[in-house]
């Protein structure tokens, strides 16, 4: 039986081929010539599918072609209702922050240099003033995220020292991190105290010994406890150990500044009480509730941050350009609160009133039944994400499409302009919460087009 493969044509044949020739002319004849080779692979692993002409192999190879010069990280549509989803990217920046990115990323800035003085400046100096005047810190630094500025508080005050923290704090913050590891790594010695659900004051005082460099609390911000638990506050803390001189590190995690009570969401600590609550130093991150980029921020005692900012780690771990422009403008909102709720995604998204997420989604729906797509709008429950208010439901409403769930799934998310939705009872949903009212147009033109 003679095997189809054998009367492929070759590398050469196709580059000859006019469709090749014209792809020649506008990209890397290498790239043209690995797509070709993408193309005959995949015939000869399914050749019942082999293009028959020579139009037919062009559209395969300039298919193979445009897989290899698409950008591995791509913008998409998060329609999963989760509004911090950190395999997502987190929070989307906002429009100010965008700009205030483009505009530095243009040429070039005063990144370390003092333009007052002009002579070499400090990169630390760009977003300490409007952290100090909004969270009430005596001083704050930035560095790459929030693991980092936990690694680098414990390591400053902790290294080759013991710190204690209770065994109900020693959780994982995601992608198989854990907080006891972070902490080994910054060079303390760990001294586990009181237990899972139950941690009281003399626990903690017990274990306080000359080697002691600090106390670890660390905020459960991705689950919660109930029942016959027992816990210490970081006020309670602070107060027992002053007289000793023990600092108290506090791993707050989410950064919200805002309170977002009047919308249902209660129970994440605001980083201004959390400043107050007497730690030394209080560590958060940039990109989960405080809606700005990647980052991790330590406030706290200015003798504290000195020491962290002078510590060498610190050059290891501090951020770019980029980053600093995206959240001193992100921070700027927040002198507005109604602003910054208005136009930081992340608040608005978790603020807007479920009555206008349905119109959204109903308008949604029409566009795509005007196309033939059997769809319906649904009530639905999004979250917050990102290890914030893990017990939170927020009302909301999404698409619901009629069909193969599994398949209109996996080509929304392979398409052009990828659509992540979710699979929910046998239904896929795009659920309208996590997707900022501005891309409503763009996300349904996606949609249309993945189908299409």
């Known amino acids: 039986m003679n095997d189809p493969r054998r009367s492929l044509p070759s590398v050469d044949a196709l580059l000859r081929a006019a469709p090749a020739r014209a792809l020649l002319e506008r990209a890397p004849r290498q790239l043209v010539v690995d797509a070709v080779r993408d193309t005959l692979e995949r015939v000869r692993l399914d050749p019942a599918h082999a293009p028959r002409d020579d139009g037919a192999w062009g559209k395969a190879i300039e298919a193979a072609l445009e897989e290899r010069q698409r950008l591995s990280l791509r913008a998409l549509f998060n329609a999963t209702g989760v509004v911090l989803h950190t395999n997502l990217g987190r929070a989307p920046l906002p429009a100010a922050a965008i700009e205030a990115m483009r505009e530095i990323a243009a040429g070039y800035s005063n990144l370390e240099y003092d333009l007052d003085r002009g002579a070499r400046g400090s990169r630390h100096t760009h977003c300490s003033a409007l952290l100090r005047e909004l969270t009430g810190a005596e001083d704050a630094l930035v560095v790459n995220n929030g693991a980092a500025a936990l690694l680098l508080a414990v390591n400053t005050l902790a290294s080759e020292r013991e710190a204690v ?25 760990l001294v586990e105290v009181g237990t899972t659900n139950r ?3 003399p626990d903690y005082t017990a274990a306080l010994t000359p080697r002691t460099g600090a106390v670890v609390k660390v905020h459960r911000s991705n689950f919660t406890m109930h029942g016959f638990v027992t816990d210490v506050s970081v006020e309670e803390l602070a107060t027992a150990l002053g007289e000793g001189g023990v600092p108290v590190v506090s791993d707050l995690g989410s950064g ?23 730690a030394a130093v209080v560590t958060v991150s940039g990109d989960k509730l405080l809606g700005g980029p990647q980052a991790g921020i330590a406030l706290g005692k200015r003798d504290v941050i000195e020491r962290m900012r002078a510590n060498p780690l610190t050059r290891a771990l501090r951020v770019d350009k980029l980053t600093l422009a995206a959240l001193e ?9 109604a602003r910054a709720a208005r136009e930081i995604p992340t608040l608005a998204m978790l603020t807007t009133p479920v009555e206008r997420v349905r119109e959204r989604a109903t308008a949604l729906q029409s566009r795509l039944a005007s196309a033939g797509h059997r769809t319906s709008v649904v009530s639905s429950d999004a979250s917050v994400g990102g290890g914030s208010f893990p017990t939170s439901r927020i009302p909301s409403a999404a698409v619901a499409f009629e069909g193969d769930a599994v398949a209109m799934e996996a080509a929304l998310r392979r398409s052009e302009h990828p659509v992540i939705g979710r699979i929910e009872d046998g239904r896929l949903l ?3 919460r996590s997707v900022p009212e501005n891309d409503d147009a763009s996300l349904a033109s ?3 087009a993945a189908f299409a």
Do not use: K, N
């Open 199 to 201: 941690t009281h004051l």
């Open 256 to 278: 919200l500044l805002l309170p977002l009570d009047e919308w249902g969401l209660r129970g994440e600590p605001l980083v201004r009480d959390a400043v107050r609550s007497g």
């Open 329 to 337: 403008a992100t921070l700027r909102l927040y002198r507005e609160p």
């Open 165 to 189: 923290v209770s065994r109900g704090e020693l959780v994982e913050i995601g992608g198989s991190f854990r907080i006891p590891d972070v902490m080994a790594r910054g060079g303390a010695q």
């Open 430 to 432: 795009l659920d309208l």
């Open 446 to 448: 996606a949609v249309l």
